[in-house]
């Protein structure tokens, strides 16, 4: 099992711009932590055939898939019966999932009703992953090939819930040997994106011997904040944040090159 996920963001409403859709930061962060890596991130409409179509086309690229949204009591949460068309698969009731919704239910004096029980419906075959903040269980499907898929509420509290509570704990299990980048960052103020290019490219010598110490296992990104003109000082060119990430075992030359880095940019370090 290769340690890269895809997320399969599904709901109209994140492509209207009614709702913001923050589920690939929050797991592309966690992953991080750990040291996997969300590869890619798909945003679909409610929809049997584009679900499906969008599901089976991640398995090609990779073994672990996470489904989000379509999961609630109304007419347009489809998600369940999309992917029971694709797998062959009934939709049953989760004992556990109804029993925890009866709970919660009970606590605030509610009944539970058949359009709220449909929460707790989920792929026969799936292991049922309990939402400590929400009425609708996540799901963890074992499919044939080594494949993984999870299904997981939309709401940002719920997804983060079943994130952390169930999903993270899982992978850590399954990839033991996973560890997160070592990571260094610089910020930078007054000299543009591209500027800071040129200026690397001038110093090619200096940074060979470098580069060469962390040939093909060194990160390194660029990522400008959009300039204030009115807070910038005199020297403007907004800021940029360089990050330079390595395995563990090239910490040493992961701190030369960061040394390096800092000793060409020392008149436009900002941090």
Not at 79 to 88: M, N, P
Not at 147 to 173: M, R, S, Y
Not at 248 to 265: G, P, Q, Y
Request: net charge negative; aromatic share 4%.
């Amino acid at each position: 099992m290769n340690p890269f996920l895809e997320l399969i963001s599904i709901g109209t409403e994140l492509l209207s711009g009614r709702t913001l859709n923050s589920h690939a930061q929050t797991l592309g962060a966690a992953l991080t932590k750990i040291g996997l890596c969300l590869s890619r991130d798909t945003t679909i409409p409610d929809g049997v055939e584009i679900i499906q179509s969008a599901v089976s086309e991640s398995f090609e690229r990779v073994d672990i898939v996470v489904v989000s949204g379509g999961l609630g009591p109304t007419v347009d949460d489809i998600t369940r019966d999309a992917l029971a068309g694709l797998f062959g698969r009934k939709i049953v009731m989760s004992a556990s999932a109804l029993e925890e919704m009866k709970k919660r239910y009970a606590a605030r004096g509610r009944e539970v009703t058949p359009a709220a029980e449909r929460q707790a419906l989920i792929l026969e075959g799936a292991e049922t992953l309990i939402n400590s903040v929400g009425a609708a269980p996540g799901e963890r499907l074992t499919l044939p090939e080594n494949k993984t898929l999870f299904v997981v509420p939309g709401p940002p509290g719920e997804f983060a819930a079943v994130l952390n509570d169930h999903i993270v704990p899982w992978l850590q299990k399954t990839f033991p040997e996973a560890e997160p980048l070592d990571e260094r960052v610089l910020t930078t103020q007054g000299i543009g994106e591209s500027d800071i290019v040129t200026l690397l490219e001038k110093e090619t010598l200096r940074c060979l011997p470098v580069l060469r110490g962390l040939e093909g296992e060194l990160s390194i990104g660029f990522y400008p904040e959009c300039a204030c003109p009115a807070k910038l000082k005199e020297r403007s060119g907004g800021k940029v944040e360089i990050r330079l990430s390595a395995p563990k075992e090239k910490s040493d030359a992961l701190n030369i090159a960061e040394s390096t880095l800092r000793e060409l940019l020392h008149d436009y370090l900002a941090d």
